[in-house]
């Protein structure tokens, strides 16, 4: 199933002031929301993923699965700043008729969400009943819940958090500067900045699994081995398989977007509070081994927000486990509905 495409002419400010002429929103839908709109199930994704989710989470999604189209209506939007069809560094400027490359404005979480919303309103969707988001995806969920929380019934949020945190910041900064040690980075072209989205990648692949993957996976058995190891060979091929689908300035602008995120800015005095605002029932689930953003965020979250049922998932996959254990997963969410 391809992407569809909704195009609205509107000028679409962003959170930093700055304003797009117009904005462009790829998502994809599976199933048919039902006469009084109460199936719609929203799945916000994360940092390099599309909107196909029944294709990058279809452990959950897809026919005869816990979020099936022949019971739900599930949409996908591909996130803004993107390269994945929505309004981002690869997509023409209307004011020059050529693309935007490094000159496309920051984006923030919020501006991510506000463009969700124009997009419910084009499908014409009044409420939501299950909104889910891991990652980066959580980050959107917990911004929209606080939002609109008259449209939105529940939450299923997986290894995120209410802010970025200083060790994800730490992360992210590192991944931006081997994108701008590459001399290429900013070259106004759709391959810009390889060699550093390669290094950026590699450095994400460290926090994305755990010391014990990596030594139950790519281990050598050869003792004499004084070079390529498994190891690296299995961190170069991670890196060169998301050059050969994303992009380094796309790349560089989501992770701004992310250091970005905390739902108290501008809002309440604290983290506590503004989750206290969210009233929703929320499912909340948590990866015994994930680095980069370890149970300790989860169990905030669920310490503060008013309805929350918490699972945390012994697994060995690290973060990349909310992707990967779709089976606990599917468990849990199937229980908790």
Same mark, same amino acid.
């Given at each position: 199933?391809?992407?569809?495409? $909704?195009?609205?002419?509107?000028? $679409? ?183 550093? !989205? ?47 689908? $994303? ?43 994930? !680095? ?29 486990? $909310? ?15």
């Amino acid at each position: 199933m391809s992407a569809q495409v $909704f195009h609205s002419k509107a000028p $679409f400010r962003l959170e930093s002031g700055q304003v797009l002429p117009e904005l462009q929103i790829a998502y994809h839908t599976y199933g048919t929301m039902n006469a009084d709109g109460s199936n719609v199930v929203w799945v916000c994704h994360a940092l390099t993923a599309n909107s196909d989710a029944a294709d990058w989470w279809s452990g959950l999604i897809g026919h005869g699965r816990v979020i099936d189209p022949a019971q739900h209506f599930i949409v996908c939007a591909n996130i803004i700043g993107s390269c994945y069809g929505s309004s981002g560094p690869h997509t023409v400027n209307p004011a020059t008729g050529q693309p935007w490359y490094t000159s496309f404005p920051a984006v923030t979480i919020r501006d991510m969400v506000q463009a969700h919303r124009l997009l419910r309103e084009h499908l014409q969707i009044q409420q939501i009943s299950l909104l889910v988001g891991g990652s980066m995806g959580g980050y959107q969920v917990l911004e929209w819940a606080l939002t609109e929380p008259e449209r939105i019934k529940r939450l299923f949020l997986l290894c995120t958090g209410a802010a970025e945190s200083a060790w994800g910041i730490a992360i992210h900064t590192a991944q931006r500067l081997a994108i701008e040690a590459d001399a290429s980075w900013q070259d106004p072209s759709p391959h810009a900045g390889a060699r550093g !989205l390669k290094a950026a990648r590699a450095i994400g692949m460290v926090t994305y699994r755990n010391y014990q993957t990596f030594m139950r996976t790519q281990s050598d058995p050869d003792k004499e081995k004084t070079d390529h190891f498994r190891a690296s060979s299995y961190i170069e091929y991670q890196g060169e398989k998301l050059v050969k689908r $994303f992009n380094a300035q796309s790349y560089w602008l989501l992770t701004k977007a992310m250091d970005s995120h905390n739902i108290a800015r501008g809002r309440h005095e604290d983290i506590t509070t503004s989750l206290s605002h969210i009233q929703q029932p929320v499912l909340l689930i948590g990866i015994s081994s994930d !680095l980069l953003c370890p149970p300790e965020e989860q169990r905030l979250l669920a310490t503060y927000l008013p309805d929350t049922s918490y699972h945390e998932i012994d697994s060995s996959y690290g973060h990349d486990g $909310f992707l990967i254990e779709f089976e606990k997963i599917g468990k849990i969410l199937k229980d908790w509905q």
